[in-house]
């Protein structure tokens, strides 16, 4: 309830803003419903929609208010808030119990009311200040085409904190519009809840509660007014503070506090500072990040083309690029006008390095004949002291890493993050009211650099159509139909239909 109260107060601060003169405020209210064939919605249903359909069946209504920063003020403010409510499916996940010495039957689902985003923001300039949970975008991938950022994808529910950075690229001085700054820097605390005490087994391994999450993302790009234009950029995110129970056979073996003081927030700034507290003597949290490159051409006509590569890090062999091919490839066309191909991406992803085959250093093992330096079982997204990157059980990170909601035998970890992919996306208009977007991808996975496993695959599809409703401006209907086929994901079929309508009015004087 604190989250909520925090929420409510963050939206009571812009009141005074809101009546002191006339502001315009959009709306949106709307209804889903989902059902398919699994316990899970398949993989193109639920992903990248910042964790609102996960279950099998749905039937869901959902509320939005904002408004709008304007950027071509030297002062402007926003804010914003969106609620969903209603019905899910239950899903199965073991769970141990004492008193009768095993599992048992755990049943859950989402909660029937919930806080998607409530925010508060601030400019002056070129920086902005924002406060509460806002759904990121990536910096570096289309969020509507893309698989998913490797970093900060949108695919989790937003968590609650505070920011500061710049609103979007500003001129450097002295370049004369030749080079553009963009960036920001983050603490949040991830809105898990009861999530993770309710999915966890109680039997084995560990679990991590009431951490905190830092993020920073910094980027430079060449004048995008020319016809040939860089972006090269940097993201990097760390959990830290918070507590680790570990449990053996059902029984509580240890609980580790981390520390959450100055010293532990300040050290999460640099991967690879020494943390004191126990559990976190080598660095303070678990850091990971990626290198962001795109090289974007505009035709004469109009048409764009991209093309962009995240190389993920874990730790410092990561930062340095000893992790081989691994990282997102992605290629984007994009068309200055409404036709059949408004837009596609083809992307591969490949998360099978790891920095190596082996993960030693040197001091790691005494007596051991090697005498250089070798890494390797980076174990992306995961982490000995912390749980998987997660948002009650959703990647933070790529949704193509099979996320650990997925994980019904309780485990708070990622199973599956050496993978190899590809990803194909296309958007387009048949007629102007009607409009199409089609993704397919093929994964195939072979465990983690710790527990590897014989290789799953899945195959992946997704066809939606959108209907802009010319008899009632801002009436949208939408309806996908998606099936999962292999034995990473098991074989799933399932569809979803959803009403929108979008609205605004003037508030105020």
Not at 4 to 20: D, E
Not at 53 to 77: C, E, G, M, V
Not at 128 to 141: D, F, M, Y
Not at 211 to 231: D, G, I, M
Request: glycine fraction near 10%; charged fraction near 15%; proline fraction near 5%.
């Amino acid at each position: 309830m604190n989250l909520y109260r925090t929420i409510i107060l963050t939206l009571l601060a812009c009141a005074p803003l809101a009546t002191a003169a006339q502001i315009d405020i959009d709306f949106e209210v709307g209804a889903t419903a989902n059902a398919g064939s699994n316990d899970f919605a398949p993989y193109y249903i639920a992903s990248n929609r910042g964790g609102t359909i996960t279950q099998a069946s749905s039937a869901l209504i959902h509320a939005a208010a904002w408004h709008q920063l304007d950027t071509t003020t030297r002062f402007s403010y926003g804010f914003g808030a969106e609620l969903w409510s209603g019905y899910t499916s239950d899903v199965n996940y073991k769970f141990y119990d004492p008193d009768i010495n095993q599992f048992k039957p755990n049943a859950q689902h989402p909660a029937r009311f919930w806080v998607q985003q409530a925010y508060a923001q601030v400019k002056f300039r070129g920086v902005l200040a924002t406060l509460g949970a806002k759904e990121p975008q990536s910096p570096i991938v289309n969020n509507q085409l893309s698989s998913g950022d490797l970093i900060m994808s949108g695919n989790a529910r937003p968590p609650f904190g505070a920011e500061l950075g710049f609103v979007n690229f500003q001129n450097i001085p002295f370049t004369k519009g030749w080079l553009q700054i963009e960036g920001k820097v983050g603490y949040y605390k991830p809105a898990d809840g009861k999530w993770l005490d309710n999915h966890y087994n109680y039997y084995n391994h560990f679990v991590s509660a009431s951490y905190w999450l830092h993020y920073k993302q910094f980027a430079l790009r060449t004048n995008p007014e020319k016809p040939f234009s860089v972006t090269i950029g940097a993201q990097s995110a760390c959990q830290f503070a918070g507590s680790m129970s570990t449990f053996s056979n059902g029984k509580l073996v240890s609980t580790i506090k981390l520390a959450a003081d100055i010293k532990a927030f300040f050290r999460t700034i640099i991967a690879g500072s020494g943390g004191e507290s126990a559990g976190d003597k080598f660095v303070e949290g678990n850091h990971l990040g990626s290198w962001d490159i795109a090289l974007r051409y505009r035709l004469a006509s109009g048409h764009i083309l991209r093309g962009y590569h995240q190389r993920i890090w874990e730790d410092g062999s990561g930062i340095g690029m000893l992790n081989g091919f691994d990282g997102l490839w992605g290629i984007e066309y994009r068309s200055p006008n409404k036709g059949f191909i408004n837009g596609a991406v083809v992307e591969y992803i490949d998360l099978t390095n790891h920095s190596g085959p082996i993960h030693w250093a040197p001091g790691d093992f005494e007596g051991t004949h090697i005498t250089s330096k070798a890494t390797g079982a980076d174990d992306y997204y995961n982490n000995y002291t912390y749980n998987g990157y997660h948002i009650r059980g959703m990647s933070v990170g790529s949704p193509f890493v099979k996320s650990p909601i997925y994980n019904t035998d309780g485990y708070m970890r990622y199973t599956d993050n050496l993978v190899r992919g590809f990803h194909l996306a296309v958007t387009g208009n048949i007629i102007p009211t009607l409009s199409y977007r089609a993704m397919l991808s093929f994964r195939k996975t072979w465990g983690t650099p710790y527990m590897p496993h014989d290789p799953l695959t899945d195959t992946s599809f997704m066809l939606e159509g959108t209907y802009q409703a010319p008899w009632l401006d801002g009436l949208t209907l939408k309806a996908q139909f998606a099936f999962d086929r292999g034995s990473l994901y098991g074989n799933n079929t399932g569809g979803l239909l959803s009403v929108t309508y979008h609205g605004n009015f003037t508030l105020g004087k």
